[in-house]
């Protein structure tokens, strides 16, 4: 909610969203001859990257980076990026999804 005294002229309305980008196992087939069972090594771990994005649609500016992980100091650097973008005397609201990660 912006309080009262803020006009809404002077608030920047920024569009925040994150996704997890990476690579899962799959599982593994092998061609053999009948009656047998070969064995094979498989890949087993999971690699995972976050994208973290925000858009400002009235200038097209954006902000983002990619992090090994999510925690709360890494929204907080995201909105500090937010944060130094928007102007003096300006105010900036962000808006995001409703995941529990927030």
């Not at 920047?12 to 064995?39: H, K, V, Y």
């Not at 976050?50 to 925690?71: K, M, Q, R």
């Not at 300006?90 to 529990?100: L, P, Q, S, T």
């Amino acid at each position: 909610m912006i309080p009262g005294h803020i006009a809404l002229d002077k608030v920047d309305f920024w569009f925040q969203d994150e996704a997890r980008i990476g690579q899962q196992n799959t599982t593994t087939r092998l061609w053999s001859m009948e009656g047998r069972r070969p064995s094979a090594v498989k890949q087993q771990q999971f690699d995972y990257a976050y994208l973290f994005g925000a858009v400002y649609p009235s200038t097209g500016e954006t902000e983002a980076f990619i992090v090994p992980h999510v925690d709360k100091c890494i929204r907080t650097q995201h909105l500090e990026q937010i944060s130094a973008k928007t102007a003096l005397c300006r105010h900036a609201v962000v808006i995001i999804d409703g995941i529990k990660l927030h």
